[in-house]
Nanobody, 122 residues
Framework: QVHLVESGGGLVQAGGSLRLSCVAS????????MAWFRQAPGKERDFVAR????????FYANSVKGRFTISGDRARNTVYLQMDSLTPEDTAVYYC???????????????WGQGTQVTVSS
């Protein structure tokens, strides 16, 4: 089991920035990376970005590409999400997840943090 704790959410005006952090503890050696998802009220949980330890780089959903930057610190089992040029459409609960690559299937996300609320006012 991996325990994930997110932080950094809050209220920000449109056009502003926030930086989220997620720290993992426990059985972290099985992770190939970490990822961020978000869930707006009444909507499904959507993929936002993933950071791969091996590649040392991020992969993004089209909706955040160019505005959000994911980074990671493998030694600290920590991943960050820098969110710039925020819009009200970014309002959601943001969840951190473990990312494990399964051959011929792809990345699996099966352990989650409790989430942190991000609210962007217009």
């Amino acid at each position: 089991q991996v325990h994930l704790v997110e932080s950094g959410g809050g209220l920000v005006q449109a056009g502003g920035s926030l930086r989220l952090s997620c720290v993992a503890s426990g059985r972290t050696w099985d992770m190939d990376g970490m990822a961020w998802f978000r869930q707006a009220p009444g909507k499904e949980r959507d993929f936002v970005a993933r950071f791969s330890w091996g590649a040392g780089m991020g992969f993004y959903a089209n909706s955040v590409k160019g505005r959000f930057t994911i980074s990671g610190d493998r030694a600290r089992n920590t991943v960050y999400l820098q969110m710039d040029s925020l819009t009200p459409e970014d309002t959601a609960v943001y969840y951190c997840a473990t990312a494990v690559y399964v051959n011929k299937i792809g990345y699996q996300y099966d352990q989650w943090g409790q989430g942190t609320q991000v609210t962007v006012s217009s």
